[in-house]
């Protein structure tokens, strides 16, 4: 054997390595959220888009939309007629009209990945609705429903308004989500107060790892409450609400339907966002759940305080 040879062994062990643990760092929703979490929030223009495809499945329109001069296809439209002016149709960014947040007339939209290159979508980040997300510094006393904003305060929530994603996660790649990051609202008034990380990790449709963050999912806490078969929640504009599996069936035919559609495009995972085309976010989260820490058990006793039915 050469030293060449040798070499060149050493090399593509040492290669070989990097893939494998690459690939068991970036198996689910966990260590992909951070990554899909940053391009959704920091778009480019609508302008620098095109539609690149658009295909009639029965009574929806699907159309992929990239950047002009990429062969790469970044969000994927589902509507019930044929989008034609993206300026018009699609807002990436939140827009006020006076002071109720807008994003464009058309609301199922969302970008689109192949975590594992082989050509199919097994995460999307859709479309929630927009609101103003709360960070540390909103203080606990802010106007809720009903009650009048300062000046100040209403500065302070239009710089927090955003267009809210729900992650939705294929992690076993079958077809079939099974994991999502959904958005909870403060119950007392119109802001996301919270993220819920809902899985089920033995892909049996039962919830089995429920955690709660904010900003970052590395530090999703198991502080929500949750049965196997519902998560409650707040949705936006409603009460109390509850997450089931349904969520995770109707997104899985959301999955079908584009995937379907970007076959009878020519789409393959050259086309589509892979975790390997990406690099790889500092924010990897413990895939167990992290016991309930001192400073968030004080946290849920004063919310528990608050209203019982809040957690
Ligand atoms: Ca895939
Ligand atoms: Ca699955």
Request: aromatic share 12%; with cysteine; proline share 5%.
């Amino acid at each position: 054997m050469t030293i060449q040879n040798m070499r060149n062994i050493f090399l593509a062990a040492l290669i070989g390595t990097a893939g494998a643990s690459g690939l068991g760092q970036e198996r689910s929703i966990l260590s992909f959220y951070p990554t899909a979490d940053s391009i959704v929030a920091y778009p480019s223009p609508i302008g620098r888009y095109e539609i690149k495809c658009w295909k009639k499945i029965s009574s929806n329109y699907v159309t992929f939309i990239g950047k002009k001069g990429e062969k790469r296809v970044l969000i994927a439209a589902v509507t019930t007629r044929r989008l034609k002016n993206l300026r018009s149709d699609i807002s990436l960014t939140v827009q006020f009209h006076g002071p109720r947040p807008y994003f464009g007339d058309i609301t199922t939209w969302g970008y689109i990945f192949d975590r594992n290159g082989d050509g199919l979508i097994d995460y999307m980040a859709l479309v929630a609705g927009a609101a103003a997300v709360e960070d540390e510094k909103i203080p606990e006393d802010f106007p809720g429903f009903q009650q009048a904003m300062s000046k100040q305060q209403f500065e302070l929530y239009i710089s927090h308004t955003r267009i809210v994603f729900n992650h939705w996660a294929d992690d076993d790649y079958d077809g079939r989500i099974d994991a999502a990051v959904q958005y909870d609202m403060n119950p007392f008034r119109s802001w996301v107060r919270r993220y819920l990380l809902i899985r089920c990790t033995k892909f049996d449709d039962r919830f089995d790892d429920v955690r709660a963050f904010r900003g970052k999912i590395s530090t999703a806490t198991a502080s929500a409450n949750f049965t196997p078969e519902e998560v409650p929640y707040y949705p936006m504009g409603e009460s109390q609400g509850k997450f089931t599996t349904k969520l995770f069936a109707e997104n899985s035919n959301i999955m079908a339907l584009i995937n379907r559609a970007a076959r009878s495009c020519g789409l393959g995972a050259a086309n589509f966002t892979s975790r390997l085309s990406l690099p790889l976010q500092n924010d990897n989260p413990p895939e167990e759940p992290r016991p309930l820490g001192e400073m968030q058990h004080r946290q849920r006793i004063t919310l528990t305080r608050i209203s019982s039915s809040s957690l």
